[in-house]
């Protein structure tokens, strides 16, 4: 089963807007990442936050994390229509046994409207 | 361009064929995994090597056969898939221990597989 759940499942902006898309998770993790994925493509990292993180940046985007209620949001300034993608929260559960083993969301597709 | 290298881009089999799938990075990585993915789904994962050893195998069917001749190759044999099968094949590496935790994958771009 999927460890992560994101929504909204697709998001429809204008170019220029903010995106917001959010991700809540099951099981204590070590780090949360997000990445996005064009279409027909493979998945490219974004952003890392640990779980004694709150709150990341990157250029135009950042990161919340909120481990007492086991969720993140990405945020994604000043949208531009290259920003079109999918985009995928994957989480680093703790334990001896799922070591090296990430776990995605079902994943958010954004529009950016030109 | 990724730095992971996917061998081939697209690969349509028959159910009685046997083929395999190459994977290739020259980032240093030790670990190197495989992904499945369905259309509009998230990746699922497969396999995971750590120093050329397997250390996860999420209960894949035995059609599918993982190897790791070398730090820099992942290969994945296919034989006798169904059409169910069907999907992006996703390999990613990175690090490895003790860098494991907190390092990103870095993907390659896919095999499209299409089993008729």
């Known amino acids: 089963s999927q460890q992560g759940e994101e929504d909204p499942q697709a998001l429809s902006i204008q170019e220029g807007e903010n995106a917001t898309m959010n991700c809540s998770y099951k099981?204590?993790?070590?780090?949360l990442q997000w990445y996005r994925q064009n279409s027909g493509r493979g998945l490219v990292h974004l952003i890392l936050i640990r779980s004694n993180e709150r709150e990341k940046h990157s250029g135009r985007l950042r990161v919340t994390l909120d481990t007492s209620k086991k969720s993140s949001s990405l945020l994604i300034t000043a949208s531009r229509a290259a920003d079109t993608a999918s985009y995928f929260c994957?989480?680093?559960?703790?334990?001896?046994?799922?070591?090296?083993?990430?776990?995605f969301g079902q994943g958010t597709i954004l529009t950016v409207h030109p | 361009d990724t730095e992971v290298t996917q061998t081939p881009k697209h690969l349509v089999m028959g159910m009685t064929n046997k083929k395999s799938l190459k994977c290739e990075q020259h980032?240093?990585?030790?670990?190197m995994y495989w992904y499945k993915q369905k259309a509009k789904k998230p990746p699922e994962l497969m396999f995971v090597y750590s120093y050329e050893k397997l250390s996860i195998n999420e209960s894949v069917p035995s059609r599918f056969s993982p190897e790791c001749p070398n730090s820099s190759l992942l290969n994945l044999h296919l034989h006798a898939l169904q059409p169910e099968d069907s999907a992006l094949y996703l390999c990613?590496?990175?690090?490895?221990?003790?860098?494991?935790?907190?390092?990103?994958?870095?993907f390659g771009n896919g095999t499209r597989l299409t089993v008729t």
């Open positions: 980032m240093g990585h030790r670990a």
């Open positions: 994957a989480t680093d559960a703790t334990g001896g046994t799922s070591y090296g083993k990430l776990t």
């Open positions: 099981t204590s993790i070590n780090n």
């Open positions: 990613a590496s990175s690090p490895g221990p003790p860098r494991l935790r907190n390092s990103p994958l870095h």
